[in-house]
């Protein structure tokens, strides 16, 4: 059985889907955090262990009795969700026996490695949609989405409610938002003495939109003398403007940013809204 990527990630989606269901069946109330160990069960996981694994967020051990995920001890609680999640995404795709026909369908090279490792990163690929969903279930983020408004002020209270990061957080809003949102991240400029903000990536607007346009920001750097830099510097919501192409127009649209994060691994998040 061959399977494109379309096929194998709404397979996984609807199998993490059934998971939630089951979950929130079993517990009597569909109300967030949505933790991986109130999953592992389900799928015969026996338990999870924190462990020192060096630079490896979290690994499944196949166990004759049942299986036991690993965890990063060193790592924040909100990724360690997210690194289990990932690994019990694992666990679907080979009860799916989705690993191999990834593999065929999509990179048939001349170059066996290539494959091999395209084929390893279509499957992480599909372990992040399986884990966003069992960790966001998408109507459950929905209704908590409407609730407190598409906002740079929301990211913060979601990110909490469903024990996640930042930037997870961010790009769920931007995929499932009504009204058209970009999220973007950037980070300080490394290696300069002139102080600057560089764009780390962008995403969105959402793909259930109809006829979403790709929207790509002009500037990829912002200097210190910017409005979008003042984000870095201080807690509030900054909002500016910034150019945006869109096949051959440039637009002006309204972003409304945020710093995050202390010291080295500081960070600001823009919400672009191109419909206001
Ligand atoms: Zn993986």
């Known amino acids: 059985m061959a399977l494109n990527l379309e096929e194998s990630t709404s397979l996984i989606a609807k199998r993490a889907r059934q998971l939630v269901s089951q979950l929130v069946e079993q517990r009597g109330h569909g109300r967030p955090p949505f933790l991986s160990e109130e999953y592992a069960p389900l799928l015969g996981i026996k338990r999870i262990e924190k462990a020192d694994l060096g630079?490896?967020?979290?690994?499944?051990?196949?166990?004759?009795?049942g299986d036991v995920i690993r965890v990063n001890q060193d790592h924040n609680s909100a990724r360690q969700n997210f690194s289990c999640a990932h690994e019990i995404g694992h666990a679907l795709l080979s009860?799916?026996?989705?690993?191999?026909?990834?593999?065929?369908?999509?990179f048939?090279?001349?170059?066996?490695?290539?494959?091999?490792?395209?084929?390893?990163?279509?499957?992480?690929?599909?372990?992040?949609?399986?884990?966003?969903?069992?960790?966001?279930?998408?109507?459950?983020?929905?209704k908590y989405l409407l609730g407190l408004g598409v906002s740079i002020s929301s990211i913060a209270s979601l990110a909490n409610?469903?024990?996640?990061?930042?930037?997870?957080?961010?790009?769920?809003?931007?995929?499932?938002?009504?009204?058209?949102?970009?999220?973007?991240?950037?980070?300080?400029?490394?290696g300069t003495r002139s102080k600057a903000l560089r764009l780390a990536w962008h995403v969105g607007p959402g793909k259930?939109?109809?006829?979403?346009?790709?929207?790509?920001?002009?500037?990829?750097?912002?200097?210190?003398?910017?409005?979008?830099?003042?984000?870095?510097?201080?807690?509030?919501?900054?909002?500016?403007?910034?150019?945006?192409?869109?096949?051959a127009d440039v637009k002006r649209i309204p972003i409304e940013s945020k710093g995050f994060g202390h010291g080295e691994v500081r960070y600001v998040i823009s919400l672009a809204f191109p419909g206001r």
């Open 161 to 190: 409610i469903f024990r996640e990061s930042i930037s997870s957080t961010a790009i769920l809003i931007a995929e499932l938002s009504a009204e058209p949102c970009i999220a973007l991240l950037w980070r300080l400029r490394p």
């Open 95 to 106: 009860e799916l026996n989705l690993e191999l026909c990834v593999e065929e369908a999509e």
């Open 55 to 65: 630079e490896i967020s979290a690994i499944l051990i196949k166990l004759r009795d």
């Open 208 to 247: 259930k939109l109809k006829g979403k346009a790709d929207y790509m920001p002009v500037h990829t750097l912002a200097r210190s003398t910017s409005t979008l830099y003042k984000a870095y510097q201080c807690d509030n919501p900054i909002k500016c403007h910034k150019l945006f192409r869109l096949d």
């Open 108 to 142: 048939r090279t001349f170059n066996p490695q290539a494959q091999a490792m395209a084929g390893a990163r279509t499957r992480e690929r599909l372990c992040d949609a399986a884990a966003t969903e069992l960790l966001m279930p998408e109507i459950v983020f929905n």
